[in-house]
């Protein structure tokens, strides 16, 4: 139960990290939107939670969508320049592996 309430306090952070950076409110994130950099925040919250080690489905399962949906937007965190340049500014990793 205790690290389940680190994970969920960890995730919200995370979330409200990139909502700031990426002009946009947690609950778009969590949401459909379908607004570009909406999209593309919600895409790098998944890619980040599946490079910290989350699957697939567990992260499909949060943000109440199917795993392909997530299978494509980690894809797409390394082939967006705006996503990227955040990542990078957060975390010093490029999706494109030349860190």
Known sequence: ???QIFE???RKTLI???ATEMSCTPEQIMGQSRIQNIADARAL???MLRQSGWALQRIADVFQVNHASVMHNVAKV???QQIAAVLAKLTGIRPDGNN
């Open 16 to 18: 409200e990290t990139i």
């Open 1 to 3: 139960m205790r690290f």
């Open 78 to 80: 390394g082939q967006a």
């Open 8 to 10: 969920v306090i960890q």
């Open 45 to 47: 919250v998944q890619y």
